[in-house]
């Protein structure tokens, strides 16, 4: 492919080492090294003028290093005369921060039960905030997959698009768990209510959900299971798990509603704290993700994890993007 280049960040080169394999083109030279005050230091090694530059860099490990490095790659390259630079980013950071939260601590929520004091939130639209970075960086165009609300696609000024790891989901379930057509498909929250009636109708089953409210981050109060799993295998989906605070305790009340077996299907598999421990304690047959995050750690530590390879997704968007072909057809499709 003429006229195209693609470089990695340090957070995921066996993900980017897959990209450009499909592409049939070799990985582009470009070395990071820290000073020692701990400044990140990007040189690109080779000639990029004129070319369409493709910057793979997912939103894992050290998080705000790794962003600093992208942002630093973008301008590097913009500023050598690149005609066009799209960001691949996988998993995108701070998705999570993308509304300011009607509750903070107990305390002010406390608060505001008893109307002494109306609360109004202090916290940033962090996701906004990396959006505008990354335009003002350079970048031309963005591509990354399942972003936890689709929303942050209207923080950009620039194109984005959100690849979904839909399809790649139902060629794992439909290849891997013998009995799907008698399976429900379950969401751990009120929010993925929309991901799991999709994958629903596309196997033709019946979907459930849990509606849980929590005290505080990373901590989950209660939950109510709204839907009949009893004799069936239940597969939770969601777009990503951090502790597995959420799916271990969505887990144990599925197998109390009766379900025969639990699968868990997740994008972005972060597992940061206790999360290992949690999934080789719960009552999972399989914990699948895939690899827009490193999982090679994650699956040593853990026998029930298993990867999905989105690689190809990726790839098939870069080729299209840079032969100004539609890349609508990536989400109902697996590329092979």
């Known amino acids: 492919m003429p006229n ?4 990695s960040g340090s957070s995921h080169p066996d993900l980017a080492s897959r990209i450009v394999d499909r592409l049939g083109i070799d990985l582009g030279k470009v070395v990071t090294k820290k000073f020692s005050n701990l400044e990140t230091c990007v040189e690109i090694g080779e000639s990029v003028r004129g070319e369409d530059v493709y910057i793979v860099q997912s939103g894992s490990g050290e998080i705000n290093d790794n962003l600093m490095e992208m942002l630093i790659m973008i301008n590097a390259c913009k500023i050598a005369s690149a005609s066009r630079v799209t960001a691949v980013i996988p998993c995108f950071p701070y998705a999570r921060q993308d509304k300011k939260d009607k509750t903070g601590d107990d305390k002010l929520a406390a608060l505001m039960k008893t109307n002494e004091w109306k609360f109004r939130s202090r916290a940033p639209i962090s996701a906004k905030l990396v959006a505008n970075m990354l335009s003002v960086a350079g970048a031309d165009h963005i591509i990354t997959m399942d972003l936890h609300a689709s929303q942050i696609q209207g923080f950009f000024d620039i194109p984005v698009d ?3 790891a839909e399809p790649a989901v139902l060629k794992w379930i439909r290849e891997n768990i013998a009995e799907w057509r008698n399976s429900i498909i379950v969401s751990p929250d009120a929010g993925g209510a929309k991901r799991v009636t999709s994958i629903a109708d596309r196997l033709n089953v019946e979907f459930a959900l849990i509606h849980k409210e929590r005290k505080k981050a990373n901590e989950v109060a209660s939950m109510v ?5 009893k004799d069936r295998v239940a597969i939770l989906v969601d777009d990503m798990a951090d502790t597995c605070g959420t799916i271990c305790h969505a887990a144990d009340k599925l197998v109390e509603a009766g379900a025969t077996r639990v699968y868990a299907i997740l994008t972005h598999g ?8 949690r999934i080789n304690n719960a009552c999972f047959e399989a914990v699948v993700v895939t690899n827009t995050i490193p999982q090679d750690g994650h699956m040593k530590d853990c026998p029930k994890i298993q990867c999905i390879d989105v690689s190809m ?3 098939e968007a870069v080729r299209r993007t840079h032969n100004g072909e539609s890349v609508s057809y990536l989400f109902s499709n697996v590329p092979y």
Do not use: E, T, W
């Open 313 to 315: 997704m990726f790839a």
């Open 225 to 229: 299971l709204v839907g009949d799993v």
């Open 4 to 7: 195209i280049k693609v470089f």
């Open 162 to 164: 959100n690849l979904y």
């Open 270 to 277: 972060i597992f940061s704290g206790p999360a290992i421990s």
